[in-house]
């Protein structure tokens, strides 16, 4: 249990185009979701948290404009990256939090590499 | 503040050998840790979470302890296989949200 898929798993772009992943939670509900970015060698850096039926709470720094941010059902929430330029190639994760019974534990996706070029 | 600088700690450890990763936190106020482990072009993987009201917790071939006093977090394995080898991130859970906040990480390289 507790799966958390990711589509694409890897992505090239030309700078100025814009591009969506897609994060699942495939055997459980996701009332929220969170979207972190993680360049080579560093830690996870948490960008904004998706809720299901409202706007998403970004993190102090983060665009919201560039970084769209879409939680339309219990078990996706979209990350769109607009006007991707080079600077936005990373490696994007996603988790989801189980909400039945009261669980903290976020899972994690596989997460979606970019490269923009 | 998240992780800065390009170079995680490594830990290298002989196959068969028992590992200890150490990770330390800041906010006095968290009560949920948890340790994840990811390797290379992964996501990270759940290993074992600890909440604040316990100093110990033991899971299949890891062990998870907290010292609440100076703020220290450690995961020991037990029996390091090959597989072991990957990045491991401490992360807590601040009280009052639901927000996880990631350690810097460290590398285990295992030596067979």
């Not at chain 1, 700078?15 to 939670?25: A, D, H, L, Q, W």
């Not at chain 1, 979209?78 to 991707?84: D, M, N, P, Q, W």
């Not at chain 2, 450890?13 to 072009?41: L, M, P, R, T």
């Not at chain 2, 009201?53 to 302890?65: A, F, H, P, S, Y």
Request: net charge neutral; hydrophobic share 35%.
């Amino acid at each position: 249990g507790a799966v958390v898929s990711q589509h694409p798993s890897w992505v090239i772009c030309k700078s100025g185009t814009s591009v969506k992943i897609e994060c699942r939670s495939l055997d459980f509900q996701a009332t929220t979701m969170f979207w972190y970015r993680q360049f080579p060698k560093q830690s996870l850096m948490l960008m904004a948290t998706s809720n299901e039926g409202s706007k998403a709470t970004y993190e102090q720094g983060v665009e919201k404009d560039k970084f769209l941010i879409n939680h339309a059902s219990l078990t996706l929430s979209t990350l769109t990256v607009t006007s991707a330029h080079p600077e936005d190639s990373s490696f994007y994760i996603c988790s989801a939090r189980d909400a039945s019974g009261g669980e903290e534990t976020q899972y994690f996706g596989p997460g979606t590499r970019l490269l923009v070029l | 503040g998240e992780s800065v600088g390009l170079h995680l700690p490594t830990l290298s450890v002989q196959e068969g050998d028992n590992s200890i990763i150490n990770c330390a936190y800041s906010n006095s106020a968290s009560d949920y840790f948890i340790w994840y482990k990811q390797e290379s072009g992964k996501g990270p993987q759940f290993i074992i979470d600890i909440r604040s009201n316990m100093d110990k917790r033991q899971g299949q071939r890891v062990t998870v302890l907290l010292n609440k006093t100076v703020k220290h977090l450690s995961l020991q394995i037990a029996a390091t296989q090959p597989g072991d080898s990957a990045v491991y991130f401490c992360a807590e859970n601040r009280w009052g949200n639901n927000r996880l906040a990631f350690g810097k990480g460290n590398q285990v390289v295992v030596i067979p």
